[in-house]
């Protein structure tokens, strides 16, 4: 619902949240997790310009697990308080504000199970031709949104540096294999959207109440070894070249924040089959969300655009995904954490993974101090950024989500 939160004339006491080019205007207010020194206990913060108001001591929220159990309607609510308390200065309220540049954040919350999918088309079609070069997708693809049970226990906040994995790869398909450092290590550019409150066992989720479920959004880098994933996918697919790390933005931008960035998904090509009753809704629930991966080698001092996507091209929007994820009577708990999958669209600049990018390493990137990538290499950066913008609102943003490649060794 757009309502006065989201009126772009809206100005805030903290002065830094009013110039133009800030992720984190009033009308944003994403959440985070945060220390203000190590040893710190965590606290609950809202981002407001290049400030962090502490949302534990100002609304008495003990953690983010709580933001995520809460109704949709508690949450709405909740978000009324901090627009107003962010509109209309208090005696005493500079006392919470704290420099998001100094703060030690942490996961948002626990995160008990994680989901990734593999909802762009576009990457899909892109991989599948790789390896199927007549029938990149598969029969399933346009019915259902194809997922795996991704592993919560390595999911780390944005600025974790990434230790290079090792595994078994073999230079032929029949093997044999040897074990070691991946030679071949990509990035996945992808949003996660957190949970809740979620739906008893047995009790689907209907498309219509799916959005409910969605808390907010964040950045999320799938880290990949395609050469680890090349030799152990079938048939069960993806395991250790997948739950090594997955990095994700310390920021949860709610699905109120987003309200007015949501869209219609593009109508289905000439000949595709309609999704099946449970996974039809009609609703405008595509994110309006421009991504970008950007990247720097230890050699270059600014990083460098590599990609741009929409998220609103997805085939399967993440409502779909909720209610496909429950439609077997599955639970989903607060907190839970899914991965849309790799956003790619029709163009070269819009492939979302080296993978696609270089296409398996035939065509090299050129960096500009004449390095060349065609996976990545130990020292190199990657830096994922994302926003909302609509005629007639304020653009809001999503923040970073970074991470170093260090060495195996
Ligand atoms: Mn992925």
Known sequence: ??????????????????????????????????????????RAGVAIG????????????????DVMAMTRAERLSLRHRISHYLTTRTAGADELLFPIAAACFELPCEIGDYTDFYASIHHATNVGRMFRPDNPLLPNYKWLPV???????????????????SGQIADSPAGPPVY????????????GAFLGPGNPLGRPIPMVEAAGHIVGVCLLNDWSARDIQTWEYQPLGPFLAKSFATSISPWVVTMEALEP????????????????????????????????????????????????GDFAQLYWTLSQMVAHHTSNGCN??????????????PEKENRGCLLELTRRGAEPLELPTGEQRRFLEDGDEVIFRGWCEAPGYRRIGLGECRGVISAWN
């Open 332 to 345: 989903l708990r607060p907190g839970d954490l899914i991965g849309s999958g790799t956003v790619s669209g």
């Open 180 to 191: 070691g450092p991946t030679r071949r290590l990509d990035y996945e550019l992808e949003v």
């Open 147 to 165: 997922g795996y049970h991704g592993r919560a226990s390595s999911i780390v906040v944005s600025g974790t540096p990434i230790r290079r994995p």
């Open 50 to 65: 290049d400030q962090m108001l502490d949302a534990t001591a100002a609304f008495q929220l003990a953690s983010l697990r």
């Open 261 to 308: 960035f949501r869209r219609m998904p593009e109508p289905r090509p000439e000949g595709d089959p309609q999704p099946l009753p449970h996974l039809a809704g009609g609703s405008p629930d595509a994110l309006g969300i421009t991504l970008e991966v950007w990247l720097r080698s230890a050699r270059m001092s600014s990083p460098i655009r590599v990609s741009r």
């Open 1 to 42: 619902m757009i309502d006065h939160t989201h009126d772009p004339a809206l100005k805030s006491w903290v002065e830094s949240a009013n110039v133009a080019d800030t992720d984190f205007p009033i009308q944003n207010l994403p959440f985070a997790t945060y220390r203000r020194f190590p040893g710190d206990s965590p």
